[in-house]
């Protein structure tokens, strides 16, 4: 009896190791399953762009291959760069630029998400206690606490609901 069950319980025990593995969280359909990814890119709000950030060249690369022209007044402010250009109806507009993903941000370019949304992305990526959430300049802007308990602002993308930038308290 013994040497039966021993097979079964080695192969059950290998089974239960390899269904142990972390596997990618997934969302779950009626007709496919879709493996979902998020990256937040964060920094601290400084004078300076952090480091391994996105260089003052590429920033002006990626405002022009987003179709402005005539970069003025460049510089890195709020943990994000920010300056004026000459879009291709020929109208100056405000624009924001991610520090680390390179994104650019039309002031007045509408948002995708709602404030409900922005709130329930900065929740599921584990900010605690947000508040004061609005739309300005192109971003959102939020205030909230890390798991840590640390007060943060906050800067996030419009498109997807990841943070941007983030400053303490």
């Known amino acids: ?25 997934t969302a ?7 493996t979902m990814h998020h990256t937040t890119t964060t920094t601290t709000w400084s004078t300076q762009p952090p480091t391994g950030g996105t260089s003052e060249e590429a920033v002006k690369t990626a405002i022009a291959n987003a179709g402005y022209k005539e970069v003025k007044g460049l510089k890195f402010k709020d943990g994000v760069w920010r300056s004026k250009a000459r879009g291709g109806n020929k109208k100056w507009v405000e624009l924001a630029v991610g520090p680390v993903n390179g994104k650019v941000y039309a002031a007045d370019a509408p948002s995708k ?9 900065l929740v599921t990526a584990g900010y605690q206690n947000v508040k004061d959430v609005k739309f300005d300049d192109g971003l959102w802007a939020a205030e909230a606490k890390t798991a ?21 308290d």
């Open 1 to 25: 009896m013994i040497k039966r069950l021993l097979p079964l319980l080695i192969g059950l025990s290998v089974c239960g190791a390899a269904l142990a593995q972390d596997t990618p969280a």
């Open 28 to 34: 779950q359909s009626s007709t496919s399953t879709v």
């Open 113 to 121: 998400l709602n404030k409900d949304e922005i709130s329930a992305k």
């Open 148 to 168: 840590h308990g640390d007060d943060v602002d906050l800067l996030v993308d419009p498109d997807d609901g990841s943070v941007v930038a983030k400053s303490r």
